[in-house]
């Protein structure tokens, strides 16, 4: 097989680049949902997901990241490009360990990097027939170079899949036949996520609303999703065929494509999509750096508990809430490693500064260790945590703040004065304070305050009320 380099072939997604186009669609969530799943169902990718990721108990936040990834390793600068790539396999060689069943993973697996990409090409490939857009065999062939150099650019070459065309669907079809497996990050995905995803951030105000609309969208979604999946699948996993569900798929996907076709462009661009999931209307807003400051600090400063005054409720809200990412009802290492991977998402972190956030994270979780985990089985539970939070001495976190602090404060003047304060909000999330932001931190202010918020001490009701539109 040929192997392709990101210096060969980095002008492929050019202006003419048909997968540019489609990742900047709206419609494109359908296939990335689907070869979510057919990916989770790859051994060393369900395990990682199970073990580190946070796409259960914060899917709209791992759907905006993919997105903002996405587009930023399409970006025609290839500054930008070489940047998030550095970023991800420095994210992803954090993620490795042994499965259920003893098997070892590694979520630098350059088969299981080549499948991912296989999965969106091949999901692609399947929304634009079942929506009644003509591929022909120059735009197939097209399409499928250019999937092969966006492995390419993650992955350091593109030997991994195979170098042509016809030569690719043998390949998918022996990895879906003998390779797939109907395991736990399966069955979480098609029965748990979509009965439990939470409201996006702009629908939160009506809870009430979105637990009716998902009682019904739930199981539509589940259906359109299994319906869509290769036979050799669905049959080796029993996936169920329910009646109707074929024709509600084809519907979906061909009503998607008519809305792309027919509406007008700013209602079905991922921007205006992703704005319903907090992420704003300017996808590459994101990418500035006060922008993405202000997003991971207000994120890691805010659980969502209300000013009741007592240090146990609120540090078990705050658990529940803010620690657990992995929704597993513990908290261990992997729920502080994802929190630190969505701050240095957030910021767009250098190489030093992600490597200071993580020690920092790490000092802290040995620090709870030490402190909590009285039977050495490396997780805390809730209880352990809400008693004793508020008297850990907090050294760890101190040193989290620092990090926090040095990224925030752009200017170098050791402070976070009213005016950043204020900016910070209004830049990442198109909101005034009419209070709280009156104060300029220093350093020693700064840690503080964080640290009696991380403890469950102290409140803020500018964070908490900004998080519920968070």
Not at 80 to 90: I, P, T
Not at 437 to 455: D, E, I, K
């Amino acid at each position: 097989m040929s192997r392709t380099t990101p210096q060969e072939s980095a002008d492929v997604f050019g202006p003419d680049s048909i997968l540019r186009r489609l990742v900047g669609q709206a419609r494109w969530g359908l296939p990335v949902v689907r070869a979510t799943l057919l990916e989770a169902a790859h051994p060393q990718i369900g395990a990682a997901l199970m073990e580190h990721s946070t796409f259960l108990t914060h899917p709209w936040r791992r759907l905006r990241n993919t997105a903002t990834s996405a587009r930023r390793i399409l970006d025609p600068d290839p500054r930008v490009r070489d940047r998030e790539v550095a970023r991800l396999n420095r994210l992803h060689a954090r993620m490795s360990g042994t499965d259920a069943q003893g098997r070892p993973y590694d979520a630098t697996d350059r088969d299981a990097r080549a499948w991912v990409v296989a999965t969106l090409f091949e999901s692609t490939v399947t929304m634009c027939r079942l929506g009644g857009e003509v591929l022909d065999a120059d735009a197939m062939r097209r399409l499928y170079d250019e999937h092969r150099t966006f492995l390419a650019l993650i992955d350091g070459g593109s030997d991994r899949l195979p170098a042509t065309l016809p030569e690719f669907w043998p390949y998918y079809d022996h990895v879906v036949e003998h390779r797939l497996e109907n395991n736990e990050a399966v069955g979480v995905i098609l029965y748990r996520l979509l009965a439990d995803v939470p409201a996006p951030p702009a629908l939160r105000a009506r809870p009430e609303l979105w637990v009716m609309g998902r009682s019904v969208a739930g199981p539509l979604a589940t259906a359109i999703i299994v319906a869509s999946l290769p036979e050799s699948f669905s049959r080796r996993v029993a996936l169920p065929d329910l009646p109707g569900a074929r024709t509600l798929m084809r519907s979906t996907y061909l009503a998607a494509a008519l809305a792309t076709r027919y509406l007008p462009e700013s209602l079905t661009r991922v921007e205006t999509f992703m704005g319903l999931a907090g992420a704003g209307t300017d996808p590459w807003a994101s990418v500035r750096r006060q922008a993405g400051k202000a997003a991971a600090l207000v994120r890691l400063l805010t659980p969502a508990a209300e000013d009741d005054g007592e240090a146990v409720r609120s540090a078990d809200r705050f658990f529940a809430e803010v620690l657990d990412q992995t929704g597993d009802g513990y908290l261990r290492w992997p729920d502080l490693a994802a929190m630190a991977r969505e701050v240095a998402t957030r910021l767009d972190l250098g190489e030093h500064d992600e490597e200071r956030l993580f020690q920092a994270y790490a000092a802290w979780w040995r620090e709870l260790q030490t402190a909590l985990d009285g039977d050495g089985d490396g997780r805390v539970t809730r209880h352990e945590y809400a008693a004793a939070a508020a008297s850990l001495p907090g050294s760890g976190l101190i040193k989290v703040a620092d990090v926090l602090f040095d990224v925030t404060d752009a200017d170098d003047d050791g402070a976070i004065d009213a005016d950043e304060y204020h900016n910070l909000f209004r830049t990442a999330f198109q909101r005034d304070l009419a209070d709280g932001g009156g104060t300029s931190y220093s350093r020693g202010a700064f840690v503080r305050q964080f640290v009696s918020f991380m403890s469950g001490q102290q409140h803020s009701s500018a964070y908490a009320s900004l998080l519920s539109q968070a």
